[in-house]
């Protein structure tokens, strides 16, 4: 029985990130999405926001389970058991900081192994970061969230403005 973890801060899940736990679930038997607890970034969703949506948007999938984590993703993969952190790669960009990740982690802990999964095309592009963006301008971002993530992301970012500019 192989547990993997998908660490991330998933603000908002994207459906690149969906193409990746699909991935990951065909390969190991338990995926476990790892929602980081991370203020710092300053997330536009609270962690719960977070996993729930990511919940809401998982539906039925066997052998694929949510959670939070605080401090180091290599120590939350000890406690659950999984022997795999899971990454999705994009472009070249993402592969120094990934690459220089995932030798830190098996420095921290040789027997976990860091698996990268490479995007599929047409999400190639896709970031959290740019979505929030495309969303903050009016952008149609449908056809990159899932459908329940839609509503919130809207609300929140016109919510952010008014804040912002009252
Ligand atoms: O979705 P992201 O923001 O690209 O995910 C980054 C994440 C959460 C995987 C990374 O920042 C992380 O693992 N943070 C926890 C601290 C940690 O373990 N850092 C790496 C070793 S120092």
Redesign the pocket.
Known sequence: MITAVY?????PLTHG?LDIVDRAARIFDRVVI?V?E?PS?RPLFSTGERVSMIRESLGERPGVEVST?N??????ARQVGAKV?V?GLRAVSDFESEFQ?AL??RR?EPEVTTVFIPTSLRHLFLS?SLIKELAEFGGDIAEFVPANVVGPLKQRLTREQQHEHP
């Open positions: 660490p991330g801060s998933f603000d990130h790892a980081l991370n970034k984590f401090g180091l993703t290599i120590d939350f952190i990454r990740m830190m982690n921290l959290s």
